[in-house]
């Protein structure tokens, strides 16, 4: 007899040289590392209170950006996609991380020239969209449709500006809506889908990581936090202010799927 698939987040710890993270678009300043690492407990504590299995990987202390486990795969039913990563300095995150995903999913690699980082990959439902950014070139969006298309995903790209990842313009919260700030994205690819406008004050809110009837939002954004408990969202507001100064935010941080052990 089959087991119940369980929601199932992968996570790792902060480094200890999380000081030298690669950055896109912010300025580089001062990480309080035991904040960080308290900070990224409390998000698995979340997680975790949530209903979630939270795997922790080991650290890997001189990685500075290995907390951001979102970036070296993505998850489908089907199969385990390794990225290759957009910047070289992030790239021997994923070997870790393609071990564990290993447990729960046949693995397949992305190939040179192939760049994509998970954080431009957005689900919903059979339809993934996929940011062209800095970081994912042509050549990545093109490998990830040849890999998932004959599972019946359909791949939809999307241009994004100003910002490092597409999920840092938008993401997807369930009931065929996104949060977004339309500022750093084309929004024509999301014409099936309800767009809920991020507060203008608040353009970096819409980094939300939305499970079931819950979304994970930064406390620093209170205003969009009400935009989405109109919505008939139940925010859990947490503290990620270290966090989001290495241009991480809330989905960065796990690999989310459903797995039978
Ligand atoms: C980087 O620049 O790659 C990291 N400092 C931040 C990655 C954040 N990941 C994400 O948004 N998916």
């Avoid at 690492?37 to 949530?50: I, K, S």
């Avoid at 397949?108 to 439902?125: I, S």
């Avoid at 298309?149 to 009931?175: I, Q």
Wanted: proline share 7%; charged share 25%.
């Amino acid at each position: 007899m089959n087991a119940l698939p369980i929601l199932t987040a992968i996570t790792r710890p902060v480094s200890a040289s999380i000081n030298r993270c690669e950055l896109g678009y912010l300025p580089r300043r001062e990480i309080d590392f035991q904040k960080a690492a308290a900070q990224h407990a409390e998000y698995e504590a979340c997680l975790a209170g949530l209903g979630l299995r939270v795997v922790s990987l080991a650290p890997e202390p001189d990685l500075p950006d290995a907390v951001f486990v979102e970036d070296p795969a993505i998850v489908v039913g089907e199969v385990a996609i390794v990225t290759r990563m957009g910047v070289v300095s992030r790239r021997p995150e994923a070997e870790s991380v393609a071990r564990e995903l290993a447990r729960y999913r046949p693995v397949r690699w992305l190939r040179e020239p192939a760049t994509l980082d998970g954080g431009d990959v957005m689900h919903a439902g059979s339809a993934l969209y996929v940011g062209s950014s800095r970081r994912t070139n042509a050549a990545g969006i093109r490998q990830l449709a040849d890999e998932l298309e004959p599972f019946g995903y359909a791949m939809a790209p999307v241009e994004v500006r100003d910002c490092l990842h597409m999920k840092s313009a938008c993401c997807y919260l369930g009931n065929e809506t996104i949060l977004a700030n339309r500022a750093w994205i084309d929004p024509a690819p999301f014409r099936n889908l309800r767009i809920l406008d991020v507060a203008p004050e608040e353009p970096w809110a819409a980094n939300v990581l939305a499970i079931g009837e819950s979304a994970i939002l930064p406390s620093c954004f209170p205003a969009t936090r009400r935009i989405l408990e109109r919505a008939g969202w139940n925010v859990i507001p947490v503290d990620v202010s270290e966090i989001m100064k290495a241009e991480g935010g809330v989905t960065c941080m796990s690999l989310i799927f459903e797995a039978q052990l």
